[in-house]
């Protein structure tokens, strides 16, 4: 079995390619390291790997978007597993296996012999998820926490404050859409936030759907409607912690297989952490799934 290292350099610290390689050197398996130069890249990179026929094992080494693009070459093929290695600073999909997700899968050995699960995927009008679809208030601030991060002299977390500022307090939460999801038939009604997970957590922190899991056949989505500023204030912790179940009349839930939702303007949409924008969307449960192989004794199981 081959093992392919696919590193984003720009990913992490600026030392941490150099001592990721290091580790990979090490390793007692035959292996092959590739080093993405442009958004794009890594898909090409694993998808001509799991064309090749051969059992493969491609590592994603990066944040969550090298991972969405390794996942997105990688899917659907029986003889292809992916994982990844934590090397951004942005790995939400990981922390599924707890708080020590960091240390279990920078262990390159116990990774190379761990187990694999065939893990679902979220179809978004085409694109590939393995973690969370979101659209709404938080993806609007997701989407211009990049364009903050351009400005000179803004850290992360100032990108991440002066997007909340603009989105929450000066833009609005709710946007007019139309969303079908099960029985709810939401008609063109202002919402706040709608997100759809296959994963645990995204954004950094927030875990809205705490018992979902990435291979039950389930896509467990949740619909916040319009609420004021101060309800956002006071609902956003608790939202951020699955609690969602304590406010039945705020947030309507739906655990099945797919949602579509539209709107006059264009929507922002994230998945996995990947921007994208379009007046019409379909989420479901793709045909195709993934193998996810991680530390043995690690667990994603609630």
Known sequence: MKHIFIINPSAGKKRSTRSLVDRIQALDAPYEISFTEKAGDARQIAQAAAERGQAVRLYACGGDGTLNEVVNGAAGWDHAAVTNVPKGTGNDFLKIFGPDYRKLFYDLEALATGPQTPFDLIDCNGRLGIDVVCAGVDARIAADVHRYKDWQLVSGMGAYVLALIENVFFKGI?????????????????????????????????????????????????????????????????????????????????????????????????????????????????????????????????
Not at 180 to 196: D, F, Y
Not at 252 to 270: L, Y
Request: net charge positive; hydrophobic share 40%.
């Open 174 to 302: 709710a946007r007019p859409m139309t969303v079908h999801m099960g029985k709810i038939r939401w008609e063109n009604r202002p919402a706040s936030l709608l997100c759809v997970c296959n994963g645990r957590h995204y954004g950094g922190g927030f875990m809205p759907v705490g018992e979902a899991m990435p291979d039950d056949g389930v896509l467990d989505m949740l619909l916040v409607r319009r609420v004021s500023l101060f309800t956002f204030l006071r609902l956003v912790g608790k939202y951020a912690r699955g609690l969602y179940k304590q406010f039945p009349e705020l947030i309507f839930d739906c655990h099945g297989r797919e949602v579509s939702f539209s709107a006059q303007k264009p929507i922002t949409v994230v998945v996995d952490g990947e921007i994208m924008q379009d007046t019409v969307f379909t989420v479901r449960l793709s045909e195709k799934k993934v193998n996810f192989f991680y530390p043995a004794g690690a667990s994603y199981q609630v």
